[in-house]
């Protein structure tokens, strides 16, 4: 199934950002950088290095990259989810509102212009309030 346009732009963007001498290819130190923000362990790094390097040249290309990151957003999985929800819910309210919400899924998603037209497109407004059902909902739909 091939990407929306605007979602392989934002893909290459990031990976410039991550390929930091702008050579082309994510090396395993580049890689590192960028997973252990997202929480990820070194060992985690590692084999998540040895999985994407599919020819095995100890770099990751572009293409090698995008499956990266679509196995990434795929693996946000609702438990995942509802930890960051509890998180967010300081309060233990049982629901957040829309300025968390928005906060959390940038957090998670790492692009508010996305996020932004996320919630546009499913008619979130913002005095509303969400629970969690409806977070992992949102969440998995942008
Ligand atoms: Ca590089
Ligand atoms: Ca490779």
Redesign the pocket.
């Known amino acids: 199934m091939p990407l929306p346009e605007g979602l392989v732009d934002e893909y290459r963007k990031q990976f410039s950002q991550i390929?930091?001498?702008?050579?082309?290819?994510?090396?395993q130190e580049?890689l590192s950088s960028l997973l252990s923000q997202m929480g990820h362990s070194e060992a985690d790094v590692k084999e998540k290095f040895r999985e994407l390097d599919q020819d095995i040249d100890k770099?990751i290309s572009f293409a090698e990259f995008i499956d990266l990151m679509e196995k990434l957003s795929l693996g946000r999985d609702s438990s995942e989810l509802e930890e960051v929800f509890k998180l967010a819910d300081e309060e233990g309210m049982g629901f957040i509102d829309y300025d968390t919400l928005k906060r959390m899924l940038i957090e998670l998603i790492g692009s508010s212009d996305r996020v932004s037209h996320g919630l546009r497109a499913l008619r979130i407004n913002e005095d509303e309030h969400i629970d969690c059902e409806q977070f992992i909902e949102i969440a998995n739909s942008i």
């Not at 390929?19 to 090396?27: A, E, I, N, Q």
């Open positions: 390929d930091k001498d702008d050579s082309g290819f994510v090396t580049e770099k």
